[in-house]
């Protein structure tokens, strides 16, 4: 199964048309040009793919790193 | 030095179209000319479901204009308008950089609005049985975001008005863009309007009204046959019409090619019926623009009709031409654009303005199509099935009249 990471990755890629490959878990959501809107619509995906559903209190995350961790988290809690 | 008592002379800078019969102004105008329809059995999944199955539909794909990420916000609507706009500001040649942009607005007209998101939310929610929506789609179905959007292209720091008056929204928004720069609130508007309303469940409703025109049996394309003897009704189209408007002064100051002036806007509410019209309401709009642009029912050179092919608006605006302009009535050219390019709702007075300014300024009316033999009480100069050719045409008056009442009636002029 792919790692969450890799959801995101492609999910961006797809939605930006950019490579894959400058998707880094380190890049910020606004280096990579997408706004809070853009983020909501990435969650409405991932809770989709994963399962889950992430509270709205916890949709702020600054780099793809901390997306990574909140569904995770969220993955690990939910599917108890 | 904005005051409301302010009057200024507004003109029309520049003007970009997407419609069923060609996506920029130029092929707009042409296809008019040499009388091409733009109906077509509808392109559409859905064909099979439907008991109307032709409508006015524009070759537009917003792939090949907006990035994916834009294409998430943009409802088809949305797309239109800012297609639009993006040529009509490059027509007019605007430095946004060079204006002030808290004097620069934008008043759009739209009928319904992001339908292809509103009709994709309930798809999910009843057909699909989907326990919730995506993000955006409020984003994308509200009334307002077209005009949002031609505002963000833009920067257009001042009024963003959104006019929803069905079949007249566009030459509202135009009217009360001309209104707001002659009386001073603004210097710049983009001003027009764009209606995508050929979803599944618009033309099932529109099919309910029963006032959608039959197929022409020798050639569909044929089917919209204003003030015809055997007109069945108006066909759907869809598209989006944009002016850059310009107070006077300011546009010669800095070269900009003039198209028109907007010399007269008149606007009333018929009130006798939800959809039918009188010929009280409809004369009083054709009045008083001519009483604002200061001018005499002899002086109008030229009228685009607002000429839907149904019967009850065929007769009462014929009606109402012959009240206004009297014995003159006979002489002016009358005709409906919307035998080609159907009838664009929220659109269609903004299309119908730019065929009015380009009359003016090719010298050459677009013709009545499909009109072999007129209604005996339909009996007005129609320019029937052929373009025509005018020297001297000064002012034209574009006529639209709405379900729900509102009318708009714009006069441009010659500069």
Known sequence: ?80 | MTTSSMTRRVVVTGMGVVSPVGNNIDTFFSSLIEGRSGIKRIEAPFIDQLDVKIAAQAHFKGEDHFTKQELALLDRVSQFAVFAARQASQDAKMDFTKIDLKRASSFIGTGMGGASATEEGYHRLYRENANRLKPFTVLNAMNGAAGSHVAMQYQLLGSNLTYSTACSSSNIAIGEAYRNIKHGYSDVAFAGGSEALLTFGTIKAWEALRTLADEDASDLSRSSKPFSLNRSGLVLGEGSGMLVLEEMDAAIKRGAHIYAEIKGYGTMNDVYHITQPSVDGQSQAMLSALHDANLKPQDIHYINAHGTATKYNDLMETQSIKKVFAEEAYKIPVSSTKSMHGHLMGATGAVESIASILAIHHKKLPPTMHLDQADPECDLDYVPNEAREISNIDHVMCNTFAFGGTGGVLIFGRV
């Open chain 1, 1 to 80: 199964m792919e790692s969450t990471f890799e959801l995101i990755q492609q999910s961006i890629a797809k939605k930006l048309e950019i490579d894959i490959t400058t998707i880094k878990p380190e890049s910020t959501l606004e280096e990579l040009g997408l706004d809070s809107l853009d983020t909501f619509d990435l969650i409405f995906e991932a809770e989709d793919k994963l399962g889950i559903k992430v509270p709205n209190d916890e949709v702020a995350v600054k780099t793809i790193q901390d997306m990574v961790s909140l569904l995770d988290k969220l993955i690990q809690e939910q599917k108890k």
